[in-house]
């Protein structure tokens, strides 16, 4: 019996880990966390009986209090529940499937408890992966990725730990805008960068993953969870989804994780490693594939890309900035206050505007996130 905490079990990856769960009897959950929706949040509850379940918003954990007052599950809100569910002592591992950097301080905190983590959350490394992977080795608990790439990447190093990587193939499908020129990124409205040609995401992702700003928060998490220079990663574009990314090594030899798109294999990849479960679902049906074709990223329009490098390679507080900026930026875009070429211009503006700091704390990455909010705030008023 494993015994997972899910931080983040009401969005995309939250709810496909729970099919995984319901897939696997041997699998049990202690704690769930999410944000604010306490509709599916009371349903998953009464499911899957943990014995601890967060909310973070305080109002909305006294309504879900008074929901489940009949069950004996203890619910709790704010930063101090979401630490108490990610370091709950009966779980084993713990899934940090929370979107943004609110999930920086559970995560260390269930490190420092010994906690394995399958990590889906990406400002955890883009921001503090200089904090967190020497947590990972002083307390000798496993990191396991749950995003599709760099479970693929994780898959195709499994065996290898004797021989060098030359160089990680990370992949990307393109997006919906794979071929757009700069001029035609201006007519795109919300409604056209929320139709993922692929995956089936959560909005911010998705919308992450047609500027290419996806791919360069992935390359900085590659970085810091495979300890590879930024020299020795390289984005190609696969649109198909079938490579989900690859490995070259020293002899010139490439490794591949192909399948069809599906992020149940990487989630139950991370909880179970190094074992591999059945899974019912797709498989890639080679008969009808005509061809898988690989093409270099357009840099010159989906500038987003060498932004996130750009930063990766800066260190310091430049990937929080890079991160909050994007957050904003996309989140005004969704509003329909900011055009789809402006998420790209306004992460560049918060780069040069905002503060630098050369080694952020925790404070620091958390101070630099505001104030890249307030330098965006006043640059649109």
């Known amino acids: 019996m494993k015994t997972i905490s899910l931080l983040g079990s009401t969005g995309s990856i939250g709810t496909q880990t729970l099919e995984v769960v319901r897939e696997n009897p041997d699998l049990k959950v202690a704690a769930l966390a999410a944000n604010a929706n306490i509709a599916l949040l009371e349903k998953q509850a009464r499911e899957f009986k943990p014995s601890l379940v967060c909310v973070f918003r305080e109002d909305k954990a006294e309504e879900l209090k008074k929901k489940l007052a009949d069950t004996p599950v203890k619910v709790v809100s704010g930063m101090d529940g979401l630490i108490e569910a990610a370091c709950i002592p009966e779980a084993d591992i713990m899934v940090g499937a929370v979107v943004g950097m609110i999930g920086i301080r559970p995560t260390m905190e269930a490190i420092k408890a010994g906690k394995d983590i399958a990590i889906a959350n990406k400002e955890t490394l883009v921001c503090a992966g200089h904090l967190i992977m020497p947590l990972v080795k002083e307390h000798n608990v496993r990191l396991l990725p749950v995003d599709s790439e760099h479970s693929a990447i994780f898959q195709c190093l499994h065996g290898e730990e004797e021989n060098r990587i030359s160089r990680i193939l990370l992949t990307a499908s393109g997006g919906p805008f794979r071929g757009y020129t700069k001029e035609q990124l201006k007519a795109i409205r919300p409604e056209d960068a929320l139709k993922h040609p692929n995956w089936s995401m959560g909005a911010k992702i998705t919308i992450d993953s047609s500027t290419l700003v996806n791919k360069g928060l992935e390359v900085m998490e590659a970085h810091w969870l495979f300890d590879v220079p930024y020299e020795k990663i390289e984005v190609v574009v696969q649109p198909q989804s079938l490579i989900h990314s690859m490995v070259e090594f020293e002899d010139g030899g490439i490794k591949a994780q192909l399948g069809v798109p599906d992020m149940k294999l990487p989630i139950a990849y991370a909880l ?86 050369e080694k952020p704390s925790l404070k620091g990455i958390l101070d630099t996130e505001q104030k890249t909010y307030e330098v965006l705030r006043s640059c649109q008023m």
């Open 272 to 357: 179970f490693y190094p074992e591999r479960r059945r899974l019912p679902g797709g498989r890639v049906d080679f008969s009808k594939i005509r061809s898988i074709t690989v093409d270099q990223p357009d840099r010159s329009v989906f500038e987003g890309l060498d932004l996130a490098v750009e930063a990766g390679k800066k260190g310091g507080s430049a990937p929080t900035i890079f991160n909050a900026a994007n957050e904003y930026a996309v989140s005004e875009f969704l509003h329909g206050r900011l055009s789809y070429p402006g998420i790209t211009e306004m992460i560049r503006t918060a780069l040069k505007e905002v503060p630098f700091l």
